[in-house]
C-alpha cells in the first residue's frame, strides 16, 4: 500500500506525458499526427486511464483510514527562505481526485462522436490532456505556491479551450472575457498569499492558520489585516468558481465545445474555487467576517444564477447560470462551517451537472441537421420540443440529470442538497429561506427546460417560428452568428423537413 503513496506522483504526470507526445507531434509532423486521429486518441485515453485507476486505489486506500501521506522536496532556497514542492494525499484530494478523472475520462470518450467530424480532433485532445494534468496537479499540492502555479495553468487551459474555434468572433471574444475576469481574481489571491505569508512566514495550510490565529490573539496582527488578507484570498475563488461580482464570464465560455462545458465549466475547473476555500479552511475558520462574507456571496450567487437562468432560451446558457447558483450554494456551505456538506455538493453536482451538458450536446448534435449547422439556432429551446420521440436516449439521460439537480429522492442531489440546507438553517435561517427559495426556483428552470426541449410537438421544421427568431435584435445565446448568416441558413432549410436524430 505504501508503494501505491510513493507513486501516486503520476497521476497528473500520466495525462501531462499524453498531452507532451500528442503536442511534440502536432508541432513537428502536423499532418501525419492529425491523420492518427484514433491512435492520439486511444494514446491520452488511456493515459488518463491509468491516472484513474490509481486515484481510485487511493480513494480505497484512504476510506480504509490509511493516514495522510504527504511526500516534498526543497524546491528554491535563500538565506532563510526556503520553498517545498511536492504532493498530499488525504481524505480531500482523494476524492477530488477520483472526481476529476473520472468525469475527465468519460468526456474524453464522448469527445470521440462529438468531434469526430472537427479538424481540430487532435488538437482538442491534447488540451483536454493538458487541462486534466493541470488540474490533477493542483488537487495534489501541499501548499499555496504549488496551488498557485497549476492554478494559473487551469486558466491557461480554460483559455485555450473555451477560444477553440478561434476564428468565430463570439468563441475568441469569450475565452478573452474568462481569461482577463479571472486576472482579476488571481491577482487578489497572489496579494492574499504574499500578505498571509508577510504575517506567518508559512506557505503551509496548517501552519498559516496557526500562526495567523495565534498572532491575531496576542494582537501582534490587527484582525482587520487578517480579515482583510482572508479576503484577497477569498478573490481567487470568487472568480474561478463564478461568484457575484465575478461571475460574467462563465455563461460566456459555453462558445466552447460541449464537452469542455461539461468537463471545465460544470465539474472541474469553476469546482477549483470551492476546493481551495476547502484547503484554506484553517485560516478562514479564525476569521469570522470572511465566514460571513463567503457565506453570504454565495447565497446571493445561488439566488441570482437562479433567477437569470428561468428566463434563458439557449440550452446552455440556462446551464450555465444553473451552474453559477449551483456553485453558490457550496460556497454558502463553506461559509457556514458546512465543510464536508459543501464537499458533498461539489461530487454530486459535478457528475449531474456534467451529464447535463453532455445531454446538451447531443441535443445540439442532433438539431445540426435540422438547422443547418447554425449554432444559434441548433442551442435555441424555442426550435426544440417533442425530441424524446427522435432521441429517447438522451431524454431519459437529460431526465436523470434532471431529478439529480431538482433534489428528488432519492437521486444523489438530494442528499447534498439537503445537508446544506440543513447546515445553513442551523447557522442563519435568513440564508436558509433563500437558498430554500433558490432551490424551488432550481426545479422550476430545469423543468422548463426540460419540457421545452423533449416534451410537446417538434418545432424545428416550423417556418413561422424560424422566420421570427430570425428577426433582427432577436438575442441568441453563445454562438450567435450575424443576422445575415441567420437569415441564409434558416431560410435554405424551410424547403425540406429535417428530423433530429440521437447521437452515436
Same mark, same amino acid.
Given at each position: 500500500?505504501?508503494?501505491?503513496?510513493?507513486?501516486?506522483?503520476?497521476?497528473?504526470?500520466?495525462?501531462?506525458?499524453?498531452?507532451?507526445?500528442?503536442?511534440?507531434?502536432?508541432?513537428?509532423?502536423?499532418?501525419?499526427?492529425?491523420?492518427?486521429?484514433?491512435?492520439?486518441?486511444?494514446?491520452?485515453?488511456?493515459?488518463?486511464?491509468?491516472?484513474?485507476?490509481?486515484?481510485?486505489?487511493?480513494?480505497?486506500?484512504?476510506?480504509?483510514?490509511?493516514?495522510?501521506?504527504?511526500?516534498?522536496?526543497?524546491?528554491?532556497?535563500?538565506?532563510?527562505?526556503?520553498?517545498?514542492?511536492?504532493?498530499?494525499?488525504?481524505?480531500?484530494?482523494?476524492?477530488?481526485?477520483?472526481?476529476?478523472?473520472?468525469?475527465?475520462?468519460?468526456?474524453?470518450?464522448?469527445?470521440?462522436?462529438?468531434?469526430?467530424?472537427?479538424?481540430?480532433?487532435?488538437?482538442?485532445?491534447?488540451?483536454?490532456?493538458?487541462?486534466?494534468?493541470?488540474?490533477?496537479?493542483?488537487?495534489?499540492?501541499?501548499?499555496?505556491?504549488?496551488?498557485?502555479?497549476?492554478?494559473?495553468?487551469?486558466?491557461?487551459?480554460?483559455?485555450?479551450?473555451?477560444?477553440?474555434?478561434?476564428?468565430?468572433?463570439?468563441?475568441?471574444?469569450?475565452?478573452?472575457?474568462?481569461?482577463?475576469?479571472?486576472?482579476?481574481?488571481?491577482?487578489?489571491?497572489?496579494?492574499?498569499?504574499?500578505?498571509?505569508?508577510?504575517?506567518?512566514?508559512?506557505?503551509?495550510?496548517?501552519?498559516?492558520?496557526?500562526?495567523?490565529?495565534?498572532?491575531?490573539?496576542? /494582537? @501582534?496582527? #490587527? %484582525?482587520? $489585516?487578517?480579515?482583510?488578507?482572508?479576503?484577497?484570498? +477569498?478573490?481567487?475563488?470568487?472568480?474561478?468558481?463564478?461568484?457575484?461580482?465575478?461571475?460574467?464570464?462563465?455563461?460566456?465560455?459555453?462558445?466552447?465545445?460541449?464537452?469542455?462545458?461539461?468537463?471545465?465549466?460544470?465539474?472541474?475547473?469553476?469546482?477549483?474555487?470551492?476546493?481551495?476555500?476547502?484547503?484554506?479552511?484553517?485560516?478562514?475558520?479564525?476569521?469570522?467576517?470572511?465566514?460571513?462574507?463567503?457565506?453570504?456571496?454565495?447565497?446571493?450567487?445561488?439566488?441570482?444564477?437562479?433567477?437569470?437562468?428561468?428566463?434563458?432560451?439557449?440550452?446552455?446558457?440556462?446551464?450555465?447560470?444553473?451552474?453559477?447558483?449551483?456553485?453558490?450554494?457550496?460556497?454558502?456551505?463553506?461559509?457556514? /462551517? @458546512?465543510? #464536508? %456538506?459543501? $464537499?458533498?455538493?461539489?461530487?454530486?453536482?459535478?457528475? +449531474?451537472?456534467?451529464?447535463?451538458?453532455?445531454?446538451?450536446?447531443?441535443?445540439?448534435?442532433?438539431?445540426?441537421?435540422?438547422?443547418?449547422?447554425?449554432?444559434?439556432?441548433?442551442?435555441?429551446?424555442?426550435?426544440?420540443?417533442?425530441?424524446?420521440?427522435?432521441?429517447?436516449?438522451?431524454?431519459?439521460?437529460?431526465?436523470?440529470?434532471?431529478?439529480?439537480?431538482?433534489?428528488?429522492?432519492?437521486?444523489?442531489?438530494?442528499?447534498?442538497?439537503?445537508?446544506?440546507?440543513?447546515?445553513?438553517?442551523?447557522?442563519?435561517?435568513?440564508?436558509?429561506?433563500?437558498?430554500?427559495?433558490?432551490?424551488?426556483?432550481?426545479?422550476?428552470?430545469?423543468?422548463?427546460?426540460?419540457?421545452?426541449?423533449?416534451?410537446?410537438?417538434?418545432?424545428?421544421?416550423?417556418?413561422?417560428?424560424?422566420?421570427?427568431?430570425?428577426?433582427?435584435?432577436?438575442?441568441?445565446?453563445?454562438?450567435?452568428?450575424?443576422?445575415?448568416?441567420?437569415?441564409?441558413?434558416?431560410?435554405?432549410?424551410?424547403?425540406?423537413?429535417?428530423?433530429?436524430?440521437?447521437?452515436?
Amino acid at each position: 500500500m505504501e508503494l501505491l503513496y510513493q507513486y501516486a506522483w503520476l497521476i497528473p504526470v500520466l495525462p501531462l506525458a499524453g498531452a507532451m507526445l500528442v503536442g511534440l507531434g502536432l508541432i513537428t509532423f502536423n499532418q501525419a499526427t492529425n491523420k492518427l486521429r484514433q491512435a492520439n486518441a486511444i494514446l491520452i485515453v488511456s493515459a488518463l486511464g491509468g491516472s484513474m485507476v490509481l486515484s481510485f486505489a487511493l480513494l480505497w486506500s484512504q476510506l480504509q483510514g490509511h493516514a495522510p501521506y504527504t511526500r516534498s522536496i526543497q524546491w528554491a532556497s535563500a538565506g532563510d527562505f526556503s520553498l517545498n514542492m511536492g504532493y498530499i494525499i488525504d481524505p480531500l484530494t482523494s476524492v477530488m481526485l477520483a472526481i476529476v478523472t473520472t468525469v475527465a475520462f468519460l468526456v474524453m470518450i464522448y469527445t470521440d462522436g462529438y468531434m469526430a467530424h472537427d479538424d481540430g480532433y487532435v488538437r482538442f485532445y491534447a488540451y483536454l490532456s493538458i487541462f486534466s494534468a493541470s488540474m490533477l496537479g493542483l488537487v495534489i499540492s501541499p501548499n499555496i505556491v504549488q496551488i498557485y502555479i497549476f492554478w494559473e495553468l487551469v486558466g491557461m487551459c480554460s483559455y485555450l479551450l473555451v477560444g477553440f474555434w478561434y476564428d468565430r468572433k463570439p468563441a475568441a471574444d469569450a475565452c478573452q472575457k474568462a481569461f482577463v475576469t479571472n486576472r482579476v481574481g488571481d491577482f487578489g489571491l497572489l496579494l492574499g498569499i504574499l500578505g498571509i505569508y508577510w504575517a506567518t512566514g508559512s506557505f503551509e495550510f496548517e501552519v498559516m492558520g496557526e500562526r495567523l490565529h495565534s498572532l491575531v490573539e496576542s /494582537g @501582534a496582527l #490587527s %484582525a482587520t $489585516l487578517a480579515t482583510i488578507f482572508g479576503v484577497l484570498i +477569498f478573490l481567487g475563488p470568487a472568480a474561478k468558481s463564478a461568484q457575484f461580482p465575478l461571475h460574467v464570464w462563465l455563461p460566456d465560455a459555453m462558445e466552447g465545445p460541449t464537452p469542455i462545458s461539461a468537463l471545465i465549466h460544470a465539474a472541474t475547473m469553476v469546482a477549483a474555487g470551492v476546493f481551495l476555500i476547502a484547503r484554506m479552511y484553517p485560516v478562514f475558520e479564525g476569521l469570522p467576517a470572511v465566514m460571513n462574507l463567503i457565506a453570504c456571496t454565495g447565497c446571493f450567487t445561488a439566488f441570482m444564477g437562479a433567477s437569470i437562468a428561468i428566463t434563458q432560451n439557449d440550452i446552455k446558457k440556462g446551464l450555465a447560470y444553473s451552474t453559477i447558483s449551483q456553485l453558490g450554494y457550496m460556497v454558502m456551505a463553506m461559509g457556514v /462551517g @458546512a465543510y #464536508s %456538506a459543501g $464537499l458533498f455538493h461539489l461530487m454530486t453536482h459535478a457528475y +449531474f451537472k456534467a451529464m447535463l451538458f453532455l445531454c446538451s450536446g447531443s441535443v445540439i448534435h442532433g438539431m445540426e441537421d435540422v438547422v443547418g449547422h447554425n449554432p444559434a439556432l441548433a442551442q435555441d429551446m424555442r426550435v426544440m420540443g417533442g425530441l424524446r420521440k427522435y432521441m429517447p436516449i438522451t431524454a431519459s439521460c437529460f431526465l436523470i440529470g434532471n431529478l439529480a439537480i431538482c433534489g428528488i429522492p432519492p437521486f444523489a442531489g438530494f442528499w447534498s442538497k439537503d445537508e446544506i440546507l440543513a447546515s445553513a438553517f442551523a447557522a442563519n435561517p435568513a440564508l436558509w429561506a433563500v437558498s430554500w427559495l433558490t432551490a424551488g426556483m432550481t426545479a422550476f428552470y430545469m423543468f422548463r427546460m426540460y419540457f421545452s426541449t423533449f416534451e410537446g410537438e417538434f418545432r424545428g421544421n416550423d417556418s413561422a417560428i424560424k422566420r421570427q427568431l430570425l428577426q433582427p435584435g432577436v438575442v441568441f445565446g453563445p454562438g450567435a452568428m450575424n443576422v445575415k448568416e441567420l437569415a441564409s441558413t434558416g431560410d435554405s432549410h424551410d424547403e425540406h423537413d429535417h428530423l433530429p436524430h440521437e447521437s452515436p
